[in-house]
């Protein structure tokens, strides 16, 4: 099957990221197959999966920001900072009130260090921190730098000690700790109850499809988005026919006969109504170079 570009899909709650990617691969009965940003298996919502040739953009993703909801509770923590894992502590936290939340919130946006949990996938010495855990063991991990661009409280029951949050944050944040830290603010723990990803890579659960729903699905095309549109924010370049014929023999274009090549020294580039590909602007050369290609040769 001749298939290209993503399917955003509404990861269930039990799957891993690589379960998706198996059951996908059984529905469309294709291989090239791969995801952006890594979901646990107790989270759900949005994973974005490419398809065909557009797996070549998994790496040069732009930086888009993350957005989630997170359910939390308040006088626990545990070994994995969620409700799934082995109960640590459990603390009083009767005088919490919603007002002392919030102000504790506020000291948790914009740029925050944080360090990643011993369940993640992060690597140490060759190690998956995640593997190391699973035996027992807990090493000294190096504090991140990552931007939480947006934290609210969407909901809190104060009989309950449990509430909801709405995240937005840059990549590599992990949700999970950063309740598990503000419940260490407020001198009671925290952990987390569920998590929903509610945009990734500019895609909102409306963009979603369950695999449910792929698997029901006659035409496949009917929920493939384009590749271009993950690079919708870059700069166009619109090659002529003779460019477009070059630039697909990996010829290096002229920038001074390209058109609206002055803008940036990155570009989406499109020929004869065609999405080409990346490419970047060699000023020292005076030429565009492309980085990725997106076309069938």
Do not use: W
């Not at 040069?60 to 939390?72: N, S």
């Not at 936290?93 to 949990?117: H, K, M, S, W, Y």
């Not at 503000?182 to 695999?211: K, Q």
């Amino acid at each position: 099957m001749n298939l290209n570009g993503i399917i955003p899909v509404n990861k269930p709650k039990g799957f891993t990221s690589f379960d998706v990617i198996a059951k996908m691969r059984g529905i469309l009965k294709m291989k090239k197959l791969g995801h952006a940003g890594t979901l646990d298996p107790d989270a759900t919502g949005v994973l974005p999966v490419f398809v065909g040739f557009a797996t070549k953009a998994c790496d040069i993703l732009p930086c888009h920001d993350k957005t989630y909801e997170a359910e939390f509770r308040l006088g626990i923590t545990t070994d994995t900072q969620d409700i799934s894992g082995k109960v640590l502590s459990e603390r009083e936290c009767n005088g919490v009130t919603e007002d002392i939340l919030r102000d504790v919130l506020a000291d948790f946006r914009g740029e925050i260090q944080q360090i990643p949990p011993m369940y993640s996938a992060v690597s140490v010495g060759g190690k998956r921190l995640y593997e190391l855990a699973r035996k027992g063991v807990e090493v000294e991990r190096e504090a991140r730098t990552v931007n939480i661009l947006r934290l609210e409280l969407l909901s809190f029951d104060e009989s309950t000690h449990t509430g909801k949050l709405e995240v937005r944050c840059s990549k590599g944040t992990y949700i999970r700790t950063l309740i598990n830290d503000i419940g260490e603010r407020l001198s009671c723990g925290a952990a987390m109850t569920a998590l929903v990803r509610t945009e990734a890579a500019g895609f909102t659960l409306d963009d979603c499809v369950t695999l449910e729903e792929l698997q029901n699905t006659d035409d496949f095309t009917e929920v493939v988005i384009p590749i271009e549109r993950v690079f919708s924010d870059y700069p166009k370049i619109e090659l002529n026919k003779d460019q477009t014929r070059m630039y697909k023999n990996g010829v290096r274009l002229d920038l001074a006969r390209v058109k609206n090549s002055r803008d940036s020294e990155i570009f989406s580039v499109c020929g004869e109504g065609e999405f080409l590909g990346i490419a970047r602007a060699d000023r020292e050369k005076n030429l565009l170079v492309g980085e990725r290609n997106f076309y069938d040769r």
